[in-house]
Nanobody, 113 residues
Framework: QAQLVESGGGLVQAGGSLRLSCAAS????????MGWYRQPPGKQRELVAT???????NYADPVKGRFTISRDNAKNAVYLQMNSLNPEDTAVYYC???????WGQGTQVTVSS
């Protein structure tokens, strides 16, 4: 059964950095495209970044140049390095496969101004 566990969130001041991690199990990870998503308070979940099994990446416009998605197929893990954070980045962050499997609990990122 697929399981995704996100970690690494926290409270950070504007301009700071965080690195999120996602541990995946129950899927053929090395063949899976993975994505990071976020749900800001009171808003719908949105796509942040994706990475294919081969390492090709794509980013939503608001995070281009600030966020970097990466993966370690040996560890079944995907990461999101977030730099130059601003209050608009405040959200619960989730990872998921494309196509989706059941969502994890997410990890809260709060950026103070």
């Amino acid at each position: 059964q697929a399981q995704l566990v996100e970690s690494g969130g926290g409270l950070v001041q504007a301009g700071g950095s965080l690195r999120l991690s996602c541990a995946a199990s129950g899927i053929i990870f090395r063949l899976s495209s993975m994505g990071w998503y976020r749900q800001p308070p009171g808003k719908q979940r949105e796509l942040v970044a994706t990475i294919t099994g081969g390492g090709l990446t794509n980013y939503a416009d608001p995070v281009k140049g600030r966020f970097t998605i990466s993966r370690d197929n040996a560890k079944n893990a995907v990461y999101l390095q977030m730099n130059s954070l601003n209050p608009e980045d405040t959200a619960v962050y989730y990872c998921n496969r494309q196509p989706y499997v059941p969502w994890g609990q997410g990890t809260q990122v709060t950026v103070s101004s």
